[in-house]
């Protein structure tokens, strides 16, 4: 007989067992087992199975409700109180590049084509027979993989490929045509089709033939240098598809309503998301500043930056006083100012116009005492990018002293 131990965390996910104990030899006897494995940090829970006599799979014989219990003074159980199977395909996922749900499984696939999928509703277990490869010998790296209308599709720079969820094999369902940047591919809002850029522009993709959507602005496309290209970043928004090169600063947005194109610069986000339930758009820059396009996006005017704060609860007498400290950094605005929206008691008060003075590190801008309430918020909007380095409210008697 010979003996394995897994480990067992809050989830109740279970590891593959540990090494194989010692081989013991007996007849008509029970076992000690000693140094029992204990677990890596997490472990709540120990299972021990046993192998051998005339078991041909190791099957579970003691739960251990600890990480502490290293011995069993005697197993006497005989191979019918044995309970389950011992499986050995508890895995964490694979390395992988590129990830997506389908048919309730994890499907993940690596820049060696190499496509591997979990079990449904256990993304833990990674079977070894559960892999294949797309395009094995046309020297391609996928740049993405997605779920359609219920169908997986796997992306490469000069093909598309459609998982058979029956037969388990890739088929190429478009040749000459694919995605060069697996971050501008983008969902429709009702999840109907994808835009993505491809070697010659962008494409629409509803599961069927791609359609090259970017005629009218080819010239702008060809103008871009590959490298840039390869880079570029989507999403879809208010029925728009937005395109970005983080390198270069432009953005080209394709309105699906008027199947119209509008060419902005200055706009350096290196990814995006749609959030608010669809409503605001997330951008983030340099993976350190991060504004929002808010409210309806209007492609003829400047894309704009919007910070709402928390509130304050400090109640306010008439004679009541506020007063914000602004501190900015990075400019890139012409003529940079500031709107502020007080939100007292959740109404929104007089919008506020602030000149920003750039030579001073602070702007300090006065609240009017009008503006009462026991609880306030402030939105502020600005027309551009800008990194807020410092945000502090003061309020009380200008008499008394003001308290922050």
Known sequence: YAYLVTFVNDQQLESNPSPLSNVVTVSGKGIRLESIPTGPSGTVARNVYRGGGTLTNYLLAYAISDNSTTVIS???????????????DHETPPPATFGTVHLNRLFV???SSQMKWSRPLEPWYWDSFNTAVIGAYDGEEPTGIIELKGRLFIFKPHSI????????????????????????????????AV????????????????????RKVQN?????????????????YDFMYIVASPSLGKALVYDL????????????????VVWNKGKDLMVSVSSQVRYALTGMYDISSPISCRIKTKWFGQAAPEIYGRRIFLGLKS????DPYVLITPIADGAETTTLSNAINTSLPVTRIEIPEE??????????????????????LQFGLQREGWQQ
């Open 74 to 88: 005697s197993d006497v159980k005989p191979d019918s109180e044995l309970g389950k199977i011992l499986e050995w």
């Open 109 to 111: 696939v690596n820049l």
């Open 161 to 192: 490929w459609l998982w058979d969820d029956v037969r388990q094999v890739p088929l190429q369902i478009c040749k000459g045509i694919g995605c060069i940047a697996y971050k501008s591919i983008a969902f429709t809002q009702d999840r109907s």
């Open 195 to 214: 835009f993505f850029m491809g070697e010659k522009g962008v494409y629409y993709f509803d599961g069927s033939e791609p359609i090259l959507i970017s």
């Open 220 to 236: 702008l496309i060809e103008e871009t240098p590959f490298e840039y290209r390869k880079e570029a970043v989507g999403i879809f």
């Open 257 to 272: 309503r008027t199947k119209t194109w509008t060419l902005f610069t200055n706009v350096h986000f290196s990814s995006a």
């Open 331 to 334: 400019y890139s605005i012409d």
């Open 371 to 392: 503006v009462q309430g026991n609880y306030i918020s402030y939105d502020f909007e600005f027309p551009g990018p800008v990194r807020i380095m410092d945000l502090a």
